[in-house]
């Protein structure tokens, strides 16, 4: 079975965590503070980051670093996992959902426009599957509006939108490092941000502290230890490579699949392709399986119930686009470790599928 997702997780990482455990010291200290100078670099342009211990925990931090909290709305996609509206909620704001672009995934901009209500603090969109949210369109608004932005970059580390990398636009980003994402460290987030909000978010993953037993504010401990930390480091030098063969892999499936639609990509747009995902008209469950069962396929549905119908949340909202969306979408394996022949047998097995109409 072709695996839908396949962490690479070798020798090197493995050496790594070695390493620090043989120093004793694996707490937050001097891996944690390489990896974020290191992730910086290599993923935002020199921007400034902060660890923390998961990607739900950067964007709580960003969302009370950057003020929200009760009374406050934040737009967000419904289309997206549930990290996304949850870590709004748990600040005691509300979000508030709003449909996505058919073509993108991503938050539609003129829906963004239209959910705008006196209490909107801000906007997060989600870099979907990889492929960037139309940054100039949603920053446009926001200016406007004087909204704040908040990109949820889970799933696109180094995506790019007309030329500037994704978590280089909003007041904060985060990036998610969970095992299936495109590098991981075990578990694990980072946020992006700079200045005084770059500072709370440091204050708030530490008790409230920069100096020990002089807490400033009420925090939480969501650091990132050292031992997650030199993992990562290892996973940052290979995420270019890794990269560049998605893209290879998506090159492939785009020339080769037959009657499904193929993601598009936006003009400007870099995707990264977290996830290969295509539209199957009709029966989508019925195909998913025929290409598990028939041809040893392995595939995934991300998200099979958009969030404001989830029980969480039990809303009833008018989101044609993200049903839509829920019902069709079909994400076929693009990670790293395909060979050639994963990827012919995955043509054979969708368009064997497409034209049986199953
Ligand atoms: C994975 C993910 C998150 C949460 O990241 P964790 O590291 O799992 O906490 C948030 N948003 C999206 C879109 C994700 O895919």
Redesign the pocket.
């Known amino acids: 079975m072709i695996p839908a997702a396949k962490p690479l997780i070798g020798e090197e990482e493995r050496a790594a965590v070695d390493r620090v455990l043989q120093t004793g010291k694996v707490a937050q200290g001097p891996e944690v503070a390489a990896f974020e100078a290191e992730f910086g670099e290599a993923v935002v342009s020199g921007r400034n980051c902060v660890a923390v211990n ?4 950067g ?1 709580h931090l960003g969302l009370l670093a950057a003020g929200v909290g009760p009374g406050d709305e934040v737009i967000v996609p419904s289309f ?2 549930a ?2 509206a949850n870590s709004v909620a748990i600040t005691g704001a509300t979000p508030v959902f709003a449909d996505i672009d058919p073509a993108s995934f991503c938050l539609d901009p003129a829906a963004v426009e239209a959910a705008i209500t006196p209490r909107t603090k801000g906007v997060m969109p ?1 870099h ?1 599957y990889g492929h960037p949210a139309d940054m100039t369109r949603l920053g446009e608004i926001a200016d406007k509006s004087g909204l704040q932005v908040y990109e ?1 970059a ?2 696109a580390h180094a995506a790019e939108w007309q030329g500037r990398r994704v978590g280089t636009f909003g007041t904060w980003a ?1 990036f ?3 095992p299936t ?1 495109n590098m991981t460290s075990i ?3 980072m946020v992006a941000c700079d200045g005084e909000v770059a500072r709370k978010v440091r204050l708030l993953r530490n008790q409230g502290m920069e100096k020990q037993y002089q807490n400033e504010v009420v925090g939480l401990n969501n650091r990132m230890s050292d031992v997650h930390a030199a993992v990562g480091r290892v996973q940052l030098t290979k995420l270019a490579g890794w990269t560049a063969k998605r893209q290879e892999n998506a090159a492939f499936l785009d020339a080769n699949l037959e009657g499904v639609v193929t993601p598009p990509v936006a003009d400007g747009a870099v995707h990264v392709y977290h996830q290969y995902t295509i539209r199957v008209p009709g029966d989508r469950d019925r195909f998913q399986k025929a290409l598990a069962e028939e041809y040893a396929v392995g595939s995934g549905v991300y998200y099979p119930i958009p969030n404001h119908r989830l029980p969480s949340f039990g809303l009833t909202l008018d989101l044609p686009e993200t049903e839509r969306a829920a019902r069709e979408v079909l994400s076929l394996p693009v990670h790293p470790s395909l060979t050639q022949a994963d990827l012919e047998q995955i043509v054979t097995a969708v368009n064997a599928c497409a034209k049986a109409g199953s």
């Open positions: 998961s990607g739900t925990s964007q997206t996992f990290a996304t989600v979907l949820d889970a799933q985060m998610s490092l969970y994402k578990e694990g987030g």
